[in-house]
């Protein structure tokens, strides 16, 4: 049995020791194909492909050899670097290259393994000069992929840059990127990690830079937004708070509170931030448009209340607001529309009111049946211009030409109902209406 053990033992050596002559054939064959390839870049480009795969292949063989993860760093490193130089000049670097899939990022994975393999000062000193030369590769080729929209692959490619960072800091080596660079790094990466709906890598990111007060306003607002969706707004309102009082006049904090008063539904408090934001930006039609949305359910909310004085005036309001929208942009068909509902809703609770009265036929109840009535008709006589003005902008908005079929319809004029009826049945069978009605 000892000598059959012994045996397995000198076969498991003698095959480890093939292994390794096999890497270190491979990782000269690298070698060579790469410095034929630094000869003479645009004309050896085969040569890069012949490398890739050796060093490939000499990783797989040893990968505890040191120089072989170093060589394969440097290989991928070239290649990633054509493709940045490339993006930068448009020479056409590019063309005749090897394929292969985030290639910064794998050198920087190459040159990790060669530091932590690494049995001789050479090779330590080749895996840190290695990382620290691609670190401006990686930075760059994440941001045209940022730009690009890849925002998955920019995040993987700042993350690289992070580490690279971290890696030769640890080691006592100097970086590229100094304190201030290394968190505005980290607000990228949160950034591309958001875009890329990466949330909870975003979230540590944006934390990070919260927890130590970074001077970025934007890093409130993103936070803020990742916590409502995990939790609610209002557990999540503190960091907004926290960001306006340390940015009073951000105006992207100002908005994300709007907006967070919006979801809430909390019309009061809203108005006085809209009036704030529509002083920083007078020509925001939407603007106007929102604070007339939130006149308008104070308006209903008082009704429903009777208050009735204080319902009335807060019509008014609203409706300013919405006609100040349409001035500033009078194609906002939002405003537009609007307007109109608001007339065409109180039209609506008219009506119930006056159905109350319809079996009243004393010559009294008549009389107050028909004066309600007229108050009805008038009503959506008011509505009429409004979504007259929106279906010139979106003939084809369905909201619209429902409201304009029913307007005509309780005005009698069944002609105009059954115009409006068809177009609307020719948007929901899939169609589109070329051009306005001309119902003037």
């Known amino acids: 049995m000892k000598k059959l ?4 033992l000198a076969v498991a050596l003698v095959v480890g020791a093939v292994h390794g002559q096999d890497a270190k054939k491979l990782e ?4 060579r194909a790469l410095g034929k390839y630094n000869l003479d870049q645009s004309g050896n480009k085969a040569e890069l492909a012949v490398a890739m795969t050796a060093s490939d292949k000499a990783v797989e063989a040893d990968a505890n050899m040191g120089a072989a993860w170093n060589t394969r760093g440097n290989v991928y490193s070239a290649i990633a670097t054509q493709l940045v130089t490339d993006r930068q000049l448009g020479m056409g670097l590019s063309e005749g290259l090897p394929e292969a899939e985030m290639p910064a990022v794998t050198a920087f994975d190459s040159y990790k393994m ?3 393999k690494a049995l001789k000062k050479f090779e330590t000193k080749d895996a840190v000069k290695g990382i620290q030369g691609l670190m401006g590769t990686l930075s760059n080729q994440g941001i045209f992929d940022y730009e690009d929209g890849n925002y998955v692959t920019a995040y993987t490619h700042f993350v690289a840059l992070l580490n690279a960072h971290e890696l030769l800091v640890d080691n006592g080596e100097e970086s590229g990127l100094k304190t201030e660079d290394y968190n505005r790094q980290m607000y990228i990466t949160g950034l591309a990690a958001m875009q890329g709906q990466k949330m909870d890598e975003a979230e540590t990111y944006f934390q990070k830079l919260y927890d130590m007060e970074y001077d970025e306003p934007a890093i409130y607002e993103a936070l803020y937004t990742l916590k409502a969706k995990k939790t609610s707004p209002e557990d999540a309102y503190a960091i907004l708070e926290k960001g306006k009082e340390k940015y009073p006049d951000d105006i992207s904090l100002l908005f994300a509170e709007i907006n967070h008063y919006l979801k809430l539904g909390k019309s009061a408090e809203l108005i006085d931030k809209l009036g704030r934001a529509i002083e920083a930006e007078p020509e925001n039609a939407s603007l106007y ?3 007339g949305n939130a006149h308008e359910t104070l308006y209903q909310n008082a009704a429903e209340a009777g208050n009735t004085e204080e319902a009335a005036e807060l019509f008014d309001k609203a409706l300013e607001w919405y006609d100040k929208a349409k001035n500033v942009d009078p194609t906002n068909i939002t405003a ?5 509902a608001l007339y065409y809703n109180k039209a609506a609770q008219l009506t119930q009111k006056m159905l109350e009265m319809q079996d009243d036929y004393s010559k009294e109840g008549i009389e107050r049946y028909n004066k309600m009535r007229d108050e009805v008709l008038g009503e959506f006589e008011n509505a009429l211009p409004y979504f007259k003005q929106a ?3 979106d003939p084809n908005d369905l909201n619209t030409l429902i409201a304009l079929k ?12 059954n115009e409006f009826k068809d177009r609307l049945e020719n948007v929901q069978n899939g169609g589109q209406n070329e051009s306005y009605f001309k119902n003037e």
Not at 28 to 31: D, F, G, P
Not at 336 to 340: L, P
């Open 28 to 31: 000269k064959e690298a070698n």
């Open 406 to 417: 029913e307007i005509f319809a309780k005005k009698d004029d069944l002609e105009m109902s």
């Open 336 to 340: 537009i529309y609007s307007a109109g």
């Open 114 to 116: 060669g530091l932590e």
């Open 289 to 291: 448009s929102v604070m």
């Open 5 to 8: 053990i012994l045996g397995l």
């Open 391 to 393: 279906e010139q902008i």
